[in-house]
Structures are given as C-alpha cells and as structure tokens.
C-alpha cells in the first residue's frame, strides 16, 4: 500500500482541490453567495411550490451553457419541466439533455451517467418525487415508512463518491418543504437527514410580500436564504429578490435594491440620489435610469467591480 494508491494529495494541490461559481447573474443573489454556486460540488434548493426553485435551477443552467457553450443535463422526476419557461429564462434548450426518469433507479443512474460523462451541471428535479421500483411495483397500500429516506441513504453517497471521483460535475437538486408534525420544526425536507449532510449548500427559498400594478398581482417577493454551507457565503444571510411571473428577476430593480444597501443610491423619505440626480419614488429612479441608460451601465460597473 502507498500514497499514491490510496491518491493522497497534497493540501494544496489547486488542480484537485480549487474550485470556481457559477453565478445565477442575479446581483444581490451572487454577492451573497461570494460569486454564485460552487463548482463541483453538492447544492440543494428547497422550499414551498411556486417560490421559484425551478427559476433559480433555471438560471444556473444558463450560466453555465452560456460561459462553456456545453451540454446540461436535466433529470426530472416531476414531468415539470417545461420548454417554453426554460427557454423564457433565456435557456439555449437545445443545450439540455432532458431524463423524464420513472423510477429512483433511473434518476440515481442518469445523474450518475452525467457525472461519468464529466458533464459541467446536472440538475435534479426533485428529490421529492424519487420514487424506489420496490414501491411503483406495489399495491397503492404498501408504504412501508421511510421509504425515501432509506433510499437516499443508500444512493446519495455513492453519487457523491463518484462527484469527488470525477471532480468536474456541478450536482444540483431541488427539493420542496413539508409541514412536520413537531412544532418546534415547522419545515422538513421529504427524504431524511441524508440529503443535508452531503449537501454543501442548501438555499431555503421562500415566497413573500405579493407585487401589485394597481389590483393586479404581476409577482412576488422572494427571499433566498442561506440555511448551510460549507463553500462560501454566511449561513443563515439572506436577500430578497423581486419576482415577476412574466419575466422572471427584474434585473434593474435587482441592481437598484444593490445599490442602496450599498450606499451607492441614498434615500431620504420618498427621495433617490444617486450623485447629482435627484429622483422622487421608485418609479421615479426607475424611470431615471431606464431614460439615462449610460447612468445606468455605470452603476452596474460600480457595483461588479
């Protein structure tokens, strides 16, 4: 037996053991997060139906076709994705190779292939609906307990042997909240405590405060936050994010509300400056920026550099 057989490295070895983000391009999203998602490890997205998961996997899907020009691949046990939203989200879908996988088995496998084939990204949509053939090929009435538990128990880490093995694949998955019978725990994750030790970071997305254009809801706010990590960004921060059900992140409003908490645009009352210029209301800096838009390309420079 020697080191080299064992593959001992040494604690500095940057090829091995340095790793870049992929960012969601979201401003204050990514500042948080010191750059984005790491690359080459574990990241969950949790969270209520419709707080935006799939949008934010949306995203780091097309960060990544984008900056390598390569293929993603999408496993998605929900029979969720959808075309037409992807492609909204400013996805070259031509770029994902797409699973409609039926059983956990079949999930496990194909993220497992796109790890073997050292593809950049595999999304996994959703932990939740990982459903064993040992529980399809029964009567409705066989649900032993903790079935999905137990088969993430057995699955996740040998995943996760073969992301450390490979070293090139960014594995994210998505799962969604259940109410828990305790209540001290309002939140659980479906699938046991598995999923959260391999995990090297998890990002709670919440839906808050609805957005209105006079009675009319256009979106919502939604809050990402932090709940662990062990790869970059503070846990337990958090940003809030203006959704839009058209058009997805209102990048200007993104980089407004950047702005502020960075003292690049002061308020006092009702009233936005931003150096000379003097604005009254948020439409009103808005309407600014949007009829100066070399203004605006500057404090966008400002602020990502």
């Known amino acids: 037996m020697t080191k080299e057989s064992l593959n001992f490295i040494r604690g500095n ?68 994705y959808q075309r037409q939203w992807a492609e909204a ?54 649900n032993p307990i903790g079935w999905l538990a137990r088969s993430l128990s057995a699955n996740l880490p040998r995943l996760m042997s073969e992301l450390t093995e490979h070293n090139r694949t960014t594995f994210v998955a998505l799962n969604q909240v259940r109410q828990s019978i305790t209540p001290r725990t309002p939140d659980t994750l479906p699938g046991g405590r598995t999923q959260s030790f391999q995990a090297h970071l998890i990002l709670q997305v919440r839906k808050g405060t609805i957005i209105k254009e006079g009675e009319t809801s256009i979106g919502f706010e939604m809050t990402v936050r932090i709940t662990k990590s062990k790869v970059g960004g503070i846990p337990n921060s958090s940003v809030m994010i203006p959704f839009k059900y058209e058009g997805g992140i209102d ?47 500057e404090l966008k420079n400002e602020l990502t550099t």
């Open 13 to 80: 070895d940057s090829e091995k053991l340095d790793f870049g983000k992929i960012p969601f391009n979201i401003a204050t999203l990514d500042t948080m997060l010191e750059g984005g998602i790491p690359e080459k490890h574990f990241t969950i997205i949790t969270g209520l139906w419709g707080a935006g998961k799939s949008y934010l996997a949306y995203k780091i899907a097309e960060s990544v076709i984008n900056s390598s020009g390569e293929d993603v691949y999408w496993i998605d046990t929900e029979n969720s």
């Open 89 to 142: 989200c400013g996805i070259d879908t031509s770029k994902i190779q797409l699973l409609k996988a039926t059983s956990a088995e079949q999930a496990y496998e194909g993220v497992q292939y796109a790890i073997r084939e050292k593809a950049p990204l595999v999304v996994l949509d959703s932990i939740a609906n990982l459903v064993p053939t040992a529980i399809l090929d029964e009567k409705f009435d066989h």
């Open 251 to 297: 990048e200007m409003e993104v980089m407004l509300i950047d702005a502020l908490e960075k003292g690049k645009i002061t308020k006092k009352g009702s009233y936005y400056y931003y150096k000379d210029h003097t604005s009254h209301g948020k439409t009103g800096l808005r309407d600014f920026f949007v009829e100066n838009s070399e203004l605006y390309e």
